[in-house]
């Protein structure tokens, strides 16, 4: 296969999954879903630079300032921040005092390329750190350039997690869940993992008909307590708006590349849809228009966003 047809897969199954009011239907074709989910994302871990994070980004400048305590020096590294502020919003939301987790198992599911859970090893000082992905290359780029004493990942699959029963104190879960082809096999098995009394954090996308999905599975008896919901969308819109902006970092990695005028003209009107440009409001240029039209590009990348979601669960 190629590169066009490992994006495609992706795309045909987020767009499934996250579209159909049929969610036992998406289970019953996971072999299919998480092969095409994985591919794209092995393929995405080859060809990213080092540091990069998958995710649209959030942005509030409180958030970014309490980094900044924490961490002094925090913008200076090579990304803008955004996503490294996404990791941040999650985490500070269990209501565990970030100076108190020596003892602590924290487990991040869906952690791509690890970089995420590396930030988050600067924020507390855990006993343990265990990123998780499905993609066999992302988390051999995660132990090859991260691992070090107390945080180590591991491939396998949200919804047969490879950890006992209680054995989780915190688990952390960013943009990962609107490709798990079921939800409720996953919120089993964080139910499961997580000690009485630990805490799962999680924010993602959501399409209407996930939305809806997901607040039936929160009045089943599967295990934890939901005790926050919130609609973090104008703080993730915020970034992508950053982050597309000119001086942002979406065109300063253009102008760094070194690509052929037409792969850079490709890249300049594709690559938004990529960082969320859709779900802020961008909207397809002539020539995307086109390559859609002509079937160069897939008519439809990421489905159609209705909220940008962050959700705190206790263990019961
Ligand atoms: C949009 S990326 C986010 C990665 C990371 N959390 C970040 O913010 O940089 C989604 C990740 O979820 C992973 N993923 C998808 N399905 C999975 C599954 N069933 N189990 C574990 N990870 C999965 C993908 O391989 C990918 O690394």
């Not at 004493?149 to 960013?174: C, H, K, M, R, T």
């Not at 098995?189 to 924010?203: D, K, N, S």
């Amino acid at each position: 296969m190629g590169v066009r047809e490992d994006m495609y897969g992706l795309f045909t199954s987020v767009n499934e999954i996250n579209l159909s009011d049929d969610q036992k239907g998406q289970s019953a074709k996971e072999g299919t879903h998480k092969k095409n989910i994985s591919t794209s994302y092995d393929l995405q871990a080859r060809m990213s630079k080092k540091g990069i994070l998958w995710n649209w980004g959030y942005h509030d400048e409180q958030n970014a300032e309490e980094i900044s305590t924490r961490i002094p020096g925090f913008l200076d590294y090579d990304t803008d921040g955004y996503s490294e502020e996404l990791y941040f919003a999650a985490l500070r939301e269990v209501p565990f005092d970030l100076d108190d987790y020596a003892d602590k198992f924290v487990l991040e599911v869906g952690c791509g390329l690890g970089e995420g859970l590396n930030f988050l090893s600067r924020v507390v000082d855990a006993k343990r750190m265990v990123g998780l992905d499905l993609s066999d290359e992302a988390i051999k780029r995660a132990n090859a350039s991260l691992s070090r004493a107390g945080l180590s990942y591991v491939q396998g699959d949200a919804e047969n997690l490879p950890f006992e029963d209680g054995e989780v104190d915190v688990l952390v879960n960013i943009e990962s869940a609107h490709n798990y082809p079921s939800l409720e096999k996953f919120l089993e098995e964080v139910a499961r993992v997580l000690r009485p009394g630990g805490y799962f954090t999680h924010v993602d996308l959501y399409t209407t008909q996930r939305h809806t999905f997901l607040k039936e599975l929160q009045d089943k008896d599967l295990g934890l307590e939901w005790v926050l919901d919130r609609d973090i969308s104008a703080q993730v819109q915020a970034a992508i708006h950053g982050r597309l902006s000119p001086e942002g970092s979406f065109h300063k990695a253009l102008r760094e590349q070194r690509v052929g005028a037409i792969q850079r003209h490709m890249a300049k009107r594709v690559g938004p849809e990529a960082v969320g440009g859709s779900f802020a409001g961008y909207t397809d240029s002539g020539s995307t228009k086109l390559l859609k039209r002509v079937g160069v590009l897939p008519s439809q990348f990421m489905p159609p966003v209705d909220s940008y979601r962050l959700y705190v669960a206790k263990k019961i």
